[in-house]
């Protein structure tokens, strides 16, 4: 059994965000289907400010990814979207008092999503499947991306 | 908050009588088995009561049972005591579904030059005869394969495959843990060698097990040191647990029917339930021939550990083959050897009962299941497309 | 009759409060420590805590605890991880006094071609340095020494033999199991790889092991299968004889003193009456190097079997090693090696305290022995002879 904070399980039963908005500013997708583990991040920017307004998400995940969605959604309001790019999965991480460490993969999924939609909001790439050999089954995780948290951490 | 227990294929709650029977044997009998000493030796005998009880469960002779640790080192010992007697014997055949107490030791013998062969299943989990018919050969030191599915339940031919092989003079081994107590056997009518069994199933205490080896079975022992248990198994014998585990195996024969009654009544109730109340969801594994206590159930769309941790709010104990929950974030190999889709094996939930479940705690799982998968389906994009009618790729 | 026991190295009482640790994890939370639910998952944490026990007792860090079924599965397990991770290596140092969980797999290896080294003992049950530094080549695999010997108490300088082979880089095991909870011992000062340790030993109950290896050391699991013990011991877990090997551990920390004060005065107490008082015995065994609680007495022109049997007749239990008493009718292979006569041997009765010895309990031996040898001396050939004058042979 995993040893979760009481902020993960906070945010896993009580997930914050949840769902997709209407008309996007941006969408930024991880996952797909025939591995498993998906998760969807769209939010709206206010195009004066720079600064992002609404978020919501959607994951199919274990309770660690559930947890980092919504983590994440919460670092991400009012952000602008330069501080947004700064958010790593270890800050998201940090927020959730640490994350056992079999379960810090799971938080990348947040990042990745969140790296696809300002892509995506640049208007530099429709969002959709990371390169690179699948190497956790469960879940859609690079070993490119693996290396780079890796480092990180 | 009360614990309800639906994990019983993962591990059961030690019977009254069973720790009854065990009690004096810490701190009044506690003398060595193999002692001279009356306050020893009189220990030996009721070790050898034990052996009678766990023979008869199964129908063997008493010095056909040898006591061991646990199930994993049964099957260990039965794999590797094959391998010592067929020194010459390279093959192993086994199937891609067993326990890791036979696969990774298959594996291990893998890296020692062994050639395994491991059988596949078909998509409801049965195992195909023709498909072991095909790689019988004459290199054979061993053919180990379950009896019953720790993950679906599902039962596998034993008889049919044993009478093959005897006729081909094989030795021939049976994870038979999950199934004993659960479903009457008899090893008088299954030609099989040896077979395992595990107390902490069949509600004896964990660190417990039995090895069945037939009689004129060459066997070599894999707990090597003193004497104990006919020189087949050595190291001090845990003998309350052996106590234990006999006192388990006496009750186990007589409430085998209750299980094939009362258990299957409420998984039933409980299987059926789930299934018209949540769309979506699908049985894993052959309806026909399975375990009257599980039922692991696939939930599409949402992931095991967030429907185990959703349960565990209301005390509710279940296990599920989704990568997540496992240290080494592989999915189930049962499963995938099924050729289960991903996103099912993602969201899928093993209930175990046993005798001591109650028709209001199945009411209470079948009350807030529909509602967990519902919430965990909004959070999910797939769930969400489902809902909304997109569809979604497989 | 009340129980007399004087056999605390074939396996001791558990202590109250070690049952007492135990007892809520047969019934109460008896679930699986892999599971994901609270039920099962909490109790992974209270082997944690077990583990912590085990590892201040020694002086290691917890995580270079693995539990095992039993002594013998340590022995086992520590001289197959030697072989594995050494796959080039084809010799093995061992004593000629070694527990047979040893020595018995140690000829197991000689039949799979292995080359193994017996060194020998002197007449007082001591290890030559010399001769292990004879034989120390490149093709070794491991040398394992035990550290106190279950039978004569002799210590073995496992320090000095553990910096010889540190230098040469040579995998070092002992069997500590003897030793362990009797008198202090600090991993962090023995220079060893691996050691092994039994619960029934020390109060916890039979059943139950651990092998310390230190971190570092290339280890390759011997039970296979699931994740267990960080994929170092497969096997669900033996919760409840974890927990109590624990307590035991934790309890022996404290007690050890009392092992040398107490025990020592009684064990001193008894032998030096014995000496004095029965003629033609002796000490087998170093005196200055033993543990405080074994004294291994020949009582010359008698046998131990019979010894025993009439000591018996008193609730007094003892053992020996004489050849009569054991299953295989072979005289102790320690005594042998220490070169002991024969009628020596045969007349070898080893007691064995612990700390739940009472002073009056010594008191009724002391009584007891002297009568009885007198009058098995009456019966025997070589007894009248010797009375008579008339000399005997060896
Ligand atoms: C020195 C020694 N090593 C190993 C063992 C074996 O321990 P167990 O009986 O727990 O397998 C014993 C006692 O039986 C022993 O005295
Ligand atoms: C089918 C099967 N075989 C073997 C085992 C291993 O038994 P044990 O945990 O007693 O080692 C288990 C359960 O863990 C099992 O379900
Ligand atoms: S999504 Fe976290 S482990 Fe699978
Ligand atoms: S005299 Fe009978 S066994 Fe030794």
Redesign the interface.
């Known amino acids: 059994?995993?040893d979760y904070t009481e902020k993960v399980?906070d945010h896993?039963?009580h997930?914050r965000n949840?769902?997709?908005i209407e008309n996007p500013d941006a969408v930024g997708?991880i996952g797909?289907?025939?591995?498993?583990?998906?998760?969807?991040l769209t939010f709206k920017v206010d195009r004066k400010t720079n600064r992002i307004i609404d978020v919501k998400f959607?994951?199919?995940?274990?309770?660690?990814?559930?947890a980092s969605s919504s983590v994440l959604t919460e670092l991400l309001k009012g952000k602008t979207i330069e501080e947004a790019q700064k958010i790593t999965n270890q800050d998201i991480a940090d927020y959730l008092g640490g994350l056992p460490e079999?379960k810090m993969h799971?938080s990348v999924m947040g990042k990745e999503a969140l790296e696809e939609a300002i892509k995506n909001y640049k208007g530099e790439k429709q969002p959709i499947e990371p390169q690179g050999r699948i190497i956790?089954?469960?879940?859609n995780v690079s070993e490119e991306k693996i290396r780079k948290v890796a480092q990180e951490n | 908050m009360k614990t309800l227990y639906f994990d019983n294929n993962a591990t059961t709650q030690v019977a009254q009588e069973v720790l009854d029977s065990m009690l004096p044997y810490f701190r009044e009998f506690y003398g060595n088995p193999s002692s001279m000493h009356t306050f020893g030796g009189q220990i030996y005998r009721k070790i050898e009561e034990a052996r009678e009880q766990v023979a008869l469960l199964i129908g063997s002779d008493p010095d056909e049972i040898i006591f061991t640790s646990c199930g994993t080192e049964s099957n260990n010992t039965a794999i590797m005591s094959a391998i010592e007697t067929n020194p010459t014997k390279k093959h192993v055949i086994t199937t891609k579904v067993e326990h890791p107490a036979v696969l990774n030791f298959c594996k291990h013998l893998s890296r020692k030059g062994y050639r395994v062969t491991y059988l596949p299943v078909d998509s409801k989990g049965r195992l195909e005869i023709d498909s072991l018919l095909q790689v019988i050969d004459d290199d054979l030191a061993l053919v180990s394969i379950m009896h019953a599915n720790n993950e679906t339940g599902v039962i596998f031919p034993i008889e049919k495959i044993g009478h093959i092989l005897k006729e081909r003079k094989v030795v021939f081994h049976t994870d038979a843990v999950q199934i004993v107590g659960k479903l009457p056997i008899n090893v008088k009518d299954l030609p099989v060698d040896m077979l395992t069994l595990s107390g902490h199933k069949i509600h004896a205490p964990k660190g417990i097990g039995a090895l069945y080896v037939r009689k004129g079975t060459r066997f070599y022992p894999y707990l090597i040191g003193g004497h104990q248990e006919n020189g087949r198994r050595a190291g001090t014998e845990n003998v309350a647990f052996i106590i234990g585990l006999g006192k388990a195996c006496e009750i186990a024969a007589k409430s085998i029917q209750k299980e094939v009654g009362f258990v299957k009544h409420l998984r039933d109730k409980l299987e059926n339930s789930l299934l018209s109340n949540c769309p979506d969801a699908s049985i894993n594994g052959d309806k026909e021939n399975r375990l009257p206590n599980t039922s692991n159930i696939s939930f599409e769309?949402?992931?095991g550990?967030?429907i185990l941790?959703?349960l565990n709010?209301y005390g509710i104990c279940a296990s599920s083959g989704?990568?997540?929950?496992s240290?080494s974030?592989?999915?189930s190999h049962v499963l995938r050897a099924m050729g289960v889709r991903?996103?099912a094996?993602?969201g899928s939930v093993r209930f175990s009962l046993s005798r001591y479940n109650q028709e209001r705690e199945v009411d209470k799982v079948i009350e807030v299941m529909p509602e967990i998968i519902k919430n965990l389906r909004?959070?999910?994009?797939?769930?969400?497309e489902r809902l909304t009618g997109k569809g979604?790729?497989?």
């Not at chain 2, 989704?322 to 929950?325: H, V």
């Open positions: 059994m995993w399980k896993f039963l997930p949840v769902g997709e997708i797909n289907i025939v591995c498993g583990d998906a998760l969807k959607q994951t199919f995940g274990c309770a660690s990814a559930i079999e799971c956790c089954k469960c879940f | 769309f949402v992931e550990e967030a941790l959703l709010e989704s990568a997540c929950t240290g974030l592989e999915p991903n996103t094996i993602h909004l959070i999910s994009p797939f769930g969400q979604y790729a497989s």
